[in-house]
């Protein structure tokens, strides 16, 4: 093990380096790991939307997973979009064989700007293969009611009553993500084996969400990344909350930032400029 932990993003591009794969690669740099990554897709996309998605071959990204993993240890994966099936289950054959301690999976199918990144066969593959592979799944409102194949919850009560489908996935944790509520705070509510609570924060006044669900899910691998081999439930509960916690002061700066004519990124490096 190094003293310092090594973390894995597996994600398509965005060259506005808000999302994806730079902007997860940015935050597991500033939460203290040492990055490295996979491509899944090249995406032509800018702060105002999503103008192609070009897919990388699974084979090509088996191939840039095994020569990474025979080389460098990691303690922790970030799984973010995923095109279609024979992707799905070629990280979930090489994953299964090659655990990492701690693998996140953010079932990105939607773009903030709405446009649809993955098709249904995709959806059902992010579902069926990579859901009970992961450790922690972080699915926004929308992206939930795409797993579950029902209409997105429009209140705290209706997302309550679809933590155990949820559940029923096979992911030990699932934090679902309430930012698509109205009101003045973004209620996420977190299931765990041992059961669930709310975890609320203040609504922040700001278009500069691009990269939102990506920076919050690479921010939970790095904490648990940082985590003891032996930790238990409430410390893997505070990773989580501390990763939340850091994406808000990362959305609170974001105002020092001046990216593109759409929405924004997150600052992600709040804490050291």
């Not at 278009?207 to 990344?225: F, K, Q, V």
Request: some cysteine; glycine content about 10%; hydrophobic content about 45%.
């Amino acid at each position: 093990m190094s003293s310092i932990p090594h973390t894995l993003t597996i994600a398509g591009s965005d060259p506005s380096g808000g999302a994806g794969l730079q902007g997860d690669l940015k935050t597991l740099s500033a939460l203290g790991t040492y990055a490295t990554n996979v491509i899944t897709a090249v995406i032509a996309q800018n702060t105002r939307g999503v103008a192609a998605v070009h897919p990388v071959p699974a084979a090509v990204i088996g191939e840039q997973l095994e020569n990474l993993l025979d080389d460098v240890h990691i303690d922790a994966v970030k799984i973010g979009m995923v095109a279609d099936r024979a992707v799905a289950e070629t990280l979930a054959e090489v994953l299964g064989r090659r655990r990492p301690r701690w693998i996140v999976l953010d079932p990105v199918m939607v773009a903030k700007s709405g446009d649809v990144l993955v098709d249904a066969a995709g959806i059902a593959a992010v579902r069926d293969v990579l859901v009970p592979l992961a450790d922690v799944i972080t699915p926004n409102l929308p992206e939930a009611a795409v797993l579950l194949d029902t209409e997105a919850p429009r209140s705290p009560d209706a997302m309550e009553a679809m933590l155990p489908g949820l559940q029923a996935l096979k992911a030990p944790y699932v934090l679902l993500k309430g930012g698509h509520l109205h009101g003045e705070t973004c209620p996420d509510l977190l299931a765990t084996p041992e059961g669930s609570q709310w975890l609320p924060a203040p609504r922040i006044a700001t278009g500069n969400l691009h990269g939102t669900g990506c920076a919050l899910s690479s921010a939970i691998a790095a904490r648990l990344a940082h985590l003891p081999p032996d930790a238990s439930g409430p410390t893997i509960i505070e990773a989580i909350g501390e990763a939340k916690r850091w994406l808000h002061a990362a959305l609170d700066a974001s105002s020092r930032l001046a990216v593109g004519h759409g929405r924004g990124p997150v600052h992600h490096f709040h804490a050291l400029w």
